[in-house]
């Protein structure tokens, strides 16, 4: 079974992973102390994924997974899109990016709120091979923040009915099965895997 290294520092990214990846036999080690960020500036979800993972890969001497993550929303022409996580500033909370999305959506009515998660996953080798894939969750954005759990936009994205909760308002398990990120981890763990059912 071969080992990946994960190129997130953050700890509910890396949980997420695991939790998806673990029973599907693949490993993630947390990024090894000392590697720097990797700057977020390319102009889509698979360049910074791809640069993100071929970065610590090389730094780290061992195959890494990265994923960027975008929240579209359509009354906003597809904003924040990929400056999600830097919506409200370089170094915004979550609390800020929400805040902010909400005054700019203030006035639009409920059934124009449409949006989507993407979430794009790039595993490298060291020598430069890179494998992608991808996962989508279609919803809305809600009037106001419902739930505390998830992070991100979480307690503002609205599930498709007949559901309607908001992804903060999930347990864990709930939100992995749905979301896209669990979507995106699961058609990494079967790209993965050969036909043998080892990992590759």
Known sequence: ???YVAATANAHKLEEMRAVLTPLGVTIDPRPAGLP???ED???????????ALTIARRAGRPAIADDTG?????????????SARYAGESASDADNVAKLLVELRGVASGNRGAYFRTVIAVAQPTGEVLLVDGVLDGAIAL????????GYDPVF?????????????????????????????????ALRAPSGESV
């Open 42 to 52: 390319a102009d889509t979800l698979e360049e910074n994924a791809s640069h993100k």
């Open 158 to 190: 609205l599930l498709p009915a007949p559901d309607g909760r908001t992804l903060g308002e999930l347990s864990p398990e709930e939100k992995n099965a749905l979301s896209h990120r669990g979507r995106a981890l699961r058609a990494l763990g079967d």
């Open 1 to 3: 079974m071969t080992t």
């Open 37 to 39: 960020e990797v700057d």
């Open 144 to 151: 106001a923040p419902r739930g505390v759990g998830g992070f």
């Open 71 to 83: 929240l579209f929303v359509a009354a906003l022409g597809g904003r924040p899109g990929v400056r």
